[in-house]
């Protein structure tokens, strides 16, 4: 099971601003270790993120993206109290969600 | 490894000449660039997170948590503790920095054998370090906080002495000293700006900076490691983790950082 995230959701005008971090060791796959073996891909391959059930974002990933990544990204709408969750599932199929309130 | 370091003397060697020197001034606010780009995502608020979830949760042979753990402000007091450290804890009859002192909370309160509370102090990445999660936590609640170590004892005196002895101690194979790399300004290894812990404005910038979060590790490193990266770097003989040496060093160290606002978890390079 992957650590929780670190999720900040806030109120600016009429937009949400979300900020995720993410716990994770993003293995691009051209690594070895120190007897020479590849060390596979282990990558976040798929996020999403919801607010109130309604799917305000989705990405796909890849090995590029940095290890223990950060997101931030904004919406139209969101009001103070509402949820919002992000997702998501990597290579190997282990997932994780977690969920915020609006501030 | 060694030859780029040597290689590294070479350029120093010319760094007189002034397109170079121009060069490492522009390079320099360019890394400053790039960490203000990243403070906002820092992943040391993910070891913060699980530093403060240890913090809670009971462990060890007496199932306890340490929140009763007496960071020197009293049973349970976080908000600032760091600040003030090390200082002399009469209950254990020496002079502790943090992480001397979480291994005795964890001796103390969850049952802990000293072994184990010392095992693993520097984590990797499939070998998650729990002394490098509660730095994060407790540190963060001392951010803002001006530095106020007091040597208001004689056993504070001394090790404040024995930090200042190894300070400027000359050794191991390149007869390199902390003060060889941190007694001037303007020094640096490869691009890295080294600060001059002799002035004030170095001693408080580089002692509250650490912990922090290292891109290129992918780990959150703490005070402890830092020094001991810095005596591996020296060649010096490892310094022991929570060893007597390493706590004179660090009480001197701090307390030259005194009045600083504490500015960590920090990220660095």
């Known amino acids: 099971m992957a650590d929780p995230m670190k999720i900040r959701a806030n109120l600016a005008g009429d937009t949400t601003e979300v900020k995720v971090l993410m716990s994770h060791e993003m293995e691009t796959g051209q690594r070895k270790d120190a007897q020479g ?44 109290g509402d949820k919002v969750q992000v997702n998501w599932v990597d290579n190997r199929g282990d997932k994780r969600s977690d969920e915020a309130t609006i501030a | 490894m060694r030859q780029r370091i040597r290689a590294a003397v070479a350029v120093a060697g010319f760094a007189c000449a002034v397109p170079l020197a121009l060069a490492q001034g522009s390079a320099t606010e360019e890394i400053e660039k790039y960490r203000q780009a990243l403070q906002d995502g820092n992943p040391a608020d993910l070891w913060e997170m699980r530093g403060e979830g240890l913090w809670r949760t009971p462990a060890g042979p007496k199932k306890a948590t340490l929140e009763q753990c007496d960071l020197g402000k009293g049973p349970g007091v976080v908000k600032g503790a760091y600040a003030e450290l090390p200082r002399y804890f009469a209950d254990a009859g020496r002079v ?55 040597l208001d004892n004689p056993q504070m005196k001394e090790a404040f002495a024995l930090g200042e002895k190894i300070f400027y101690f000359r050794g191991g194979p390149h007869d390199f000293a902390c003060a060889t790399c941190h007694g001037e300004d303007g020094k640096r290894i490869r691009l890295q700006d080294l600060p ?74």
């Open chain 1, 37 to 80: 073996k590849v060390i596979p891909a282990w990558f976040i391959q798929n996020v999403t993120a919801t607010w109130n059930g309604k799917t305000v974002l989705s990405a796909e990933w890849g090995p590029a993206i940095a290890k223990n990544p950060f997101l931030s990204f904004r919406f139209k709408g969101g009001a103070r």
């Open chain 2, 96 to 150: 502790m920095d943090l992480e001397t002192r979480l291994v005795w909370c964890r001796v103390t309160l969850q049952g802990l054998s000293e072994a184990d509370a010392k095992k693993n102090p520097y984590g990797s990445s499939n070998r998650k370090s729990d002394n490098e999660a509660l730095v994060a936590y407790v540190t963060s609640q001392s951010r803002g906080i001006p530095m106020n170590v007091r």
């Open chain 2, 196 to 269: 001059n812990l002799t002035a004030k404005a170095g001693a408080q910038k580089g002692y509250s900076t650490w912990p922090a979060y290292r891109v290129s590790q992918g780990e959150l490193r703490t005070f402890q490691w830092r020094l001991n990266d810095c005596f591996r770097q020296q060649r010096f003989p490892e310094l022991e983790f929570a060893s007597p040496a390493s706590i004179a060093l660090t009480t001197f160290l701090a307390y030259n950082a005194n009045g600083a606002p504490f500015d960590a978890p920090a990220i660095k390079r």
